[in-house]
């Protein structure tokens, strides 16, 4: 979880680590639309391949003593795991990754070995299913082991508990579709013994281990009702201490965060009679609530920091992730990095066990950034990378936030980006509604092909329809049924909000998206062609039958039951209704259709069933693009500089920006 700290020294380069004056503001800011006028220069148009060739670092993690960077790395065109130096920036190791593997994240267990995992797609029983697994890697000793079993299972890599000296780790494996999980350790050494710490009990589909690395407690539903196991401590047989049926309150949102070892308390994420996630602490044993640590009126908690069993800062998103402090050692520490850098927002994207180093991120919503490392000891803030390094922020645009009603009334909030150089009159329109559909929302902060758009002369509007995350539970529930229908509605309502403004020429108009968002693209299209004059998708369902029998095989029965009823509602309209590849006959405007051959969330399958649905006499083909060996997100830059050319040349033929 990054840490987001706001300062008012805008406009700052990356770049500059001259020392300024910066308060820390964590309000929510107000955001104006940046100023766009004919007369303004026009700036120069920055190249696809600028925006793809993003930081070869990724997803970078500090070791517990702060020595070591360890991240994935793109290198020859290789995914790889690299490590790095903390002290002197240079690498000093790398790790390959087959190319029929996916990323999916890294963990330190002490200070020598990683945990990475790694999925795979693949077939059970002739179905599709994403295979996941853990590999241990050890830094020091430069060696790789397979952890668990060789042949795939459906969850392998669910880590319950790290032992502090990265000896063991505690994993939950679930190995079929038909299977309920069981706990295994796995000894984090070359030898990596595999010894089972709890069967599977009938009805259980979570586990979660104390701070001891204890597995104190279950949960699962069946038969429409929450089951809580629990054990006070090691060896006492586990005992169904609590059934909470579905229309309970206390069900509405209640998350397992941490038990403490030694004692039946622990720490919770749960929703309050308002609606709103907040963190407790709470007794296990007896159910009830300890003590509230913190809740916000107005946003949901997302996570949590801990040190010694005790919460030092708590985390929610507004317009971006805010964080609040209950350390104050810590607060003004992170309060000096934003003076030093002189960014509007800086992150604390990772830190060492006691504090002694932290990567920092610091830029802002139309700023990349970069990437820092910071030794509070000596003072010295060094820069690791920029994460978009051929791309001059200087010439980008400025999002904003907006708001608009729903025809149905509903208040949806949105973020515009106008082109620079441009008056903000008739402008051609890209709307791009986000992934997910739900527990997810678009933020003010950088994005990649928004910017791309904006550059090319387009004003990009991103829609946080309903059902987004974010917004509270009432507004989250809006969406439920509502996927091709009142979530759509409130897309088309976006855009005549635009028009009505005068910003949008509603004769240009586009939808862009990826996952739901490319389904949303070409279903848009599909429904009302009279409206959108092209859409593009990246990775778009097509088929909602088929992926929810896909996301059958990783989710819990209660999961399953949440997100059906998400997707399909009362079951009175059927989800063929809103399938694309089933009205594919339909297509009438241009659609660039792009997927790539290794994706686990959206499979392959998505796009072929559209392909070939449309290829039996959609009045327009769609624009085909296949990328072999890419996943779900993009993994390669070459991978994103394609999608981002063939965006580009296809709007520029079918809604060109002059």
Not at 41 to 62: D, E, T, V
Not at 188 to 212: I, T
Not at 456 to 467: D, E, K, M, S
Request: hydrophobic share 40%; aromatic share 10%.
């Amino acid at each position: 979880m990054p840490v987001a700290l706001v300062g008012m020294a805008s406009g700052a380069i990356a770049q500059d680590k001259a020392t300024a004056s910066a308060a820390i503001d964590t309000e929510i800011a107000t955001v104006s639309p940046a100023p766009t006028a004919a007369t303004e220069p026009r700036p120069p148009l920055i190249p696809a391949q600028n925006f793809a060739a993003r930081n070869q670092y990724r997803g970078s993690q500090l070791s517990p003593d702060g020595s070591t960077i360890a991240l994935e790395a793109t290198l020859n065109g290789v995914s790889r795991i690299g490590l790095i130096n903390a002290d002197t920036r240079q690498p000093i190791g790398a790790f390959a990754m087959s190319d029929k593997q996916q990323f999916e994240w890294l963990r330190w267990a002490g200070n020598d070995k990683l945990l990475v995992s790694l999925s795979t797609a693949g077939e059970f029983l002739d179905e599709e299913v994403r295979f996941t697994r853990l590999v241990l890697i050890h830094t020091k000793e430069n060696w790789v082991k397979l952890l668990g079993r060789r042949n795939g299972v459906v969850e392998g890599d669910n880590v319950i508990h790290i032992a502090s000296d990265g000896s063991h780790a505690l994993v939950s494996v679930q190995g079929s579709v038909y299977d309920y999980p069981s706990v295994y350790r796995y000894d984090l050494d070359q030898g990596g013994a595999m010894k089972s710490v709890q069967d599977p009990q009938f009805g259980v589909w979570r586990w979660y281990a104390d701070n001891a690395g204890v597995v104190r407690m279950g949960t699962g539903w069946r038969d429409r009702a929450l089951r809580v196991y629990y054990r006070p401590a090691a060896g006492q047989p586990l005992k169904m201490i609590g059934k909470l049926k579905e229309d309970d309150e206390e069900t509405k949102y209640w998350s397992v965060a941490e038990i403490i070892s030694g004692s039946d308390q622990g720490y919770v994420l749960r929703q309050n009679d308002k609606g709103r996630v907040g963190l407790h602490l709470f007794n296990y044993a007896t159910g009830q609530i300890v003590e509230t640590i913190y809740e916000n009126p107005d946003w949901d908690v997302s996570d949590f920091w801990l040190r010694d069993g005790k919460p030092i800062a708590v985390f929610y998103t507004d317009e971006r992730e805010r964080v609040v402090w209950f350390d104050d050692t810590l607060a003004k520490l992170h309060g000096s990095i934003s003076k030093a850098l002189k960014e509007e927002v800086v992150w604390i994207a990772s830190r060492a066990k006691d504090d002694s180093r932290m990567l920092v991120w610091a830029g802002g919503p139309a700023d990349p950034g970069a990437i820092y490392v910071y030794t509070p000891g000596a003072r010295r803030i060094d820069q690791l990378s920029e994460l978009r390094p051929q791309v001059d922020f200087r010439q980008l645009a400025r999002p904003a936030a907006v708001n608009f009603k729903a025809r149905d009334g509903v208040a949806i909030q949105a973020y515009l980006t106008l082109p620079r150089g441009r008056e903000a009159k008739n402008l051609p329109l890209i709307v791009m509604p986000h992934g997910g559909p739900f527990w997810v929302r678009d933020t003010l902060d950088y994005d990649d092909m928004v910017q791309l758009l904006a550059n090319r002369g387009y004003a990009v509007l991103q829609p946080n329809f309903r059902g987004s995350g974010g917004y509270g539970e009432a507004f989250h529930k809006l969406g439920a049924g509502q996927i091709g229908r009142k979530m759509q509605d409130d897309l088309d309502d976006a855009m005549d909000w635009a028009v009505t403004q005068g910003i949008a020429d509603k004769a240009r108009a586009c939808l862009v998206g990826g996952s739901y968002g490319g389904y949303a693209a070409i279903w848009g299209v599909i429904r009302n062609p009279e409206r959108w004059r092209c859409a593009a998708s990246w990775a778009g369902v097509t088929d909602w039958d088929r992926i929810l029998k896909y996301d059958r095989k990783f989710l819990t029965r209660k999961g399953r039951e949440d997100w059906e009823e998400l997707v399909a509602g009362d079951g009175t309209a059927t989800l063929d209704q809103v399938s694309p590849y089933r009205l594919a006959a339909q297509l009438s405007r241009p659609l660039l259709l792009a997927h790539g051959t290794e994706d686990t969330t959206v499979p392959f399958n998505q796009f072929k069933a559209m392909r070939d649905a449309a290829a039996k006499g959609a009045p327009v083909a769609p624009q085909l693009l296949v990328i072999e060996d890419e996943g779900h997100s993009f993994s390669k830059p070459e991978n994103e500089r394609a999608w981002y050319e063939a965006l580009e040349t296809f709007l520029a033929k079918h809604n060109p920006a002059d």
